[in-house]
């Protein structure tokens, strides 16, 4: 797994490659807490290359997205490929999240929130 964080228009876009999995949840965790502790809570996490994700790889999304809240802010995804966004939609996570096509449409979106 690869993480890659920007900024952009108030936004953390944060770009995950590869597989997020119980192998590499810790990292995710630590990056993304790292952003949270910082008041940081206007998340865009772009999927556009992660390959696969399982229960650990979830569960880490939807804590993330109760911590973002808790901080008034929000946690969105973006360019999720169809294998992805087959396991949100299993588990329903799907209505938990905006998803939008495209990273650079989220931030078109989402940056004046």
């Given at each position: 797994?690869?993480?890659e964080k920007k900024a952009e228009n108030g936004l953390e876009i944060i770009s995950i490659s590869?597989?997020?999995d119980l192998q590499h949840v810790a990292e995710f965790k630590q990056q993304v807490?790292?952003?949270?502790?910082?008041g940081q809570a206007r998340i865009v996490f772009n999927l556009e290359n992660?390959?696969?994700i399982d229960s650990a790889g979830l569960e880490a999304f939807l804590s993330t997205l109760v911590t973002a809240k808790?901080?008034?802010g929000f946690v969105a995804l973006a360019s999720v490929k169809k294998t992805v966004a087959r396991v949100f939609e299993i588990t329903r996570m799907d209505k938990a999240f905006e998803i939008f096509p495209s990273a650079d449409e989220a931030i078109e979106k989402l940056a004046g929130r």
């Open positions: 797994m690869k993480i590869g597989t997020l807490s790292s952003l949270l502790k910082n992660l390959e696969f808790k901080l008034g």
